[in-house]
């Protein structure tokens, strides 16, 4: 019999989620955890969800002649990015619908979408009003943090 400490699964699912509730309930936004060759880092920050795209640089003329064209409106669409690295998924699972598909009006509160991260699924509020324009990422492919994932019409 060895007196070496058995090893910790760091990874383990259940204490993932413990390490989450404590974040929460103490308002953490960052854990890193080191042990042996194990490392776990969870960020939270996706309180802001939906961010305004930037607009391309109008050309504006010196002046616009009576009559003229306007210059181009800028983008207006707010993009949903995605608040951790993980793996996209369009629904809750391979037979279900879509949580939005391309001309739905969704609200702040709706699901957009899942990112899965290390096991678990996390649903992604839209954060937004508005009518959906465009979805960006395959269903099932690989997103960073910050990724855009879904554009969003707010006037729409």
């Known amino acids: 019999m060895s007196d070496a ?3 910790v699964d760091i990874f383990d699912v259940k204490k993932v989620r413990r390490l989450i509730e404590l974040m929460k309930e103490h308002d ?51 993009v949903i990015k ?31 979408c899942i990112i899965e991260a290390m096991k678990v699924f996390n649903e992604i509020p839209a954060g937004v009003s508005g009518q959906v324009v465009a979805i960006l990422v395959e269903n099932g492919a690989p997103v960073e943090f910050g990724q855009p994932l879904i554009k969003v019409d707010p006037e729409g």
Do not use: C, H, W
């Open 5 to 7: 400490p058995t090893p």
């Open 28 to 78: 953490l936004s960052e854990l890193d955890l080191k042990q042996a060759d194990n490392r776990v880092r969870i960020r939270r920050g996706g309180e802001v969800v939906a961010y305004s795209a930037p607009s391309a640089p109008v050309a504006r003329p010196a002046a616009t002649p009576a009559g003229g064209a306007a210059a181009a409106a800028p983008d207006r669409t707010v």
């Open 82 to 112: 995605s608040p951790m690295v993980g793996t996209f998924y369009k629904a809750s699972g391979p037979d279900t619908p879509p949580f939005v598909k391309v001309g739905d009006r969704i609200g702040p509160e709706k699901t957009a």
